[in-house]
């Protein structure tokens, strides 16, 4: 009986019985003074309070087919929380808003809300609204709110001879993307898929270099390296050498790609890492945080002149300026 | 060259260049430290702040030949507003998360945020940040902000003995709907073709009750009366009678549909009107509050013991217990 009720489909249960079954979900917390079941939820904020949307469409960001609903789930909640670690912030509460097809069973729904939740609650979060739609695909939005005690680090502080770091390795998710397309399944392909389906908000080292002071600007690096750095330089009023040599690579990449194929560092979209610019002076202390964090920090190029523009310097020490810097939905090739 | 622009498709343009040209549209505002254009905004906030989320998805709650994208602006705002009025607040705040096919004319999208901008501005609130995407067909997601320096007004307050009232008319907007379907453009389906296409978030009218600590319970009436009245009778624990010669119906839907067919007053969905509840010894302010007001008030029923249930009399004093009490995008009729 009980599997039974697993298998119904949304059609079957409706959208009220559904959501209902959220509302033992919402944790305590004296800042929720109303959460899921009432046309608003109610909170009691105060200090700066960071707000973030990002949606994630059938089709255009994800197969249904390469993932389960419950990684998709954690996928929802990572991709906002990483705009929340972008300004040093830490993740606070969620709304959801979705589309869900008729077809959709409240089993695949569980699981997407079970990763959902279980990714926020590992960030400090919770859900407290959202509603849901019939629609003709899968649509996930989520709203993300967060908290900065400590100034927040905006994409315009950079200044010129300041350092340009990168969290973790670069061009995996792309690469991972590439992989899901082609349905690869080595060890290697498998590694570069995952940090495509299962990117990892980078919180903590936001966090630190942000209430230490350290970041002159950051943000994180969702649409690729370039054009990512390409928003940073045009906030901050600034150009920037990126070292082709000193991108982060990992095994997977390099054993698939190559030591010295950096077009998906460069280019790819989704890594979530983070791209943010520090003094020079800071270089010692940011070695310290980079031998603290359980993720990696590389030292990837500096700030120049905005009239220098954005540039790659090659292994052999030449300057080019990329034609192609990123990702954009609306841009066809 | 101007009117070329206009004309572009969003995939001549592309994404961020088109967000870039909504930067300069956010009206300075204390309490925004930062608004489009990073990777947050960020806000100061203090006291009770409201949040809801809503959705419009293409060909389930809109289709493009009937509404202008200005119009279909106005409404993704609105509909979240009166969720903000349902609670008794005003909105401060909204995010954006859109969907946009890749065909999509520029114009078109200015349209939109034209129409999105102006409601939010004449209800007080700013666009202060969001994401687009490429999806298959157009989905607006909106997130808004509301505040409230009085007590909120939840779902869960109505006492026994309470009268219910409910704002403006019923029913229009469903059968707008129904008159958008079928093609009919007489003088009363115009009439009621604006209510489903422009429906207004009755801010002032939520905010007096509420202010004045009148309101015991309230709900936006966007499933239904039947249906929403369930909500908030259940989340009072309480039943309900409505008197089906009460309910406020229009000249329109007079006209249309008759003076004894309360069908769709009862269960059509999208009116965005309020129902709140309000403990009898009120009955003469209400009545103060009704006259000063733009938008009329209409006592149309009681709050019963939970026991009895949800039920409508009718004209022959007869009560009866509704089969169907509303929409639900997931239940299959």
Known sequence: MAK??????????????????????????????????????????????????????????????????????????????????????????ALLSLGVPQECEVEDLDAFF??????????????????????????????????????????????????????GTLGDAALGFRMLQEGRNTADAQAVKARFLRPTARLAIGWEVAARGQATA??????????????????????????????????????????????LALTGGEDYELLFSVSAEHRPALDAVAQSSACSITRIGRIVPQAEGLNVRGPDGRVYTPAHVGYDHFRLA
Chains 1, 2 share one sequence.
Request: charged fraction near 20%; hydrophobic fraction near 45%; glycine fraction near 12%.
């Open 114 to 167: 079970d990763g959902f939740v279980r990714a926020a609650g590992a960030c400090g979060a919770a859900l407290i609204g959202g509603n849901m739609s019939a629609a003709p695909c899968l649509m996930l939005s989520v709203t993300l709110l967060g908290r900065a005690p400590h100034s927040v680090v905006t994409r315009g502080g950079a200044r010129v001879g300041d350092d340009l770091y990168v969290t």
């Open 4 to 93: 039974d009720a697993a298998r119904m489909k949304l059609s079957d249960l409706g959208e009220f019985p559904f959501l209902r079954r959220l509302r033992g979900r919402v944790p305590a917390d004296p800042c929720v003074l109303l959460g899921l079941g009432d046309d608003c939820a109610v909170l009691s904020l105060s200090g700066t309070t960071l707000l973030t949307t990002d949606a994630m469409i059938e089709n255009v960001h994800f197969r249904r087919e390469w993932t389960s609903f419950s990684v998709l789930g954690e996928k929802a909640f990572m991709v906002n929380a990483s705009d929340i670690a972008a300004m040093g912030g830490e993740p606070t509460f």
């Open 218 to 263: 950051m943000i994180d690096v969702s649409d690729g390296l370039l054009q990512d750095l390409g928003h940073l330089c045009e906030e901050s009023r600034v150009g920037a050498v990126v070292e082709a040599q000193a991108l982060p690579l990992s095994d997977a990449y390099r054993a698939l790609l190559g030591d010295r194929d950096w077009s």
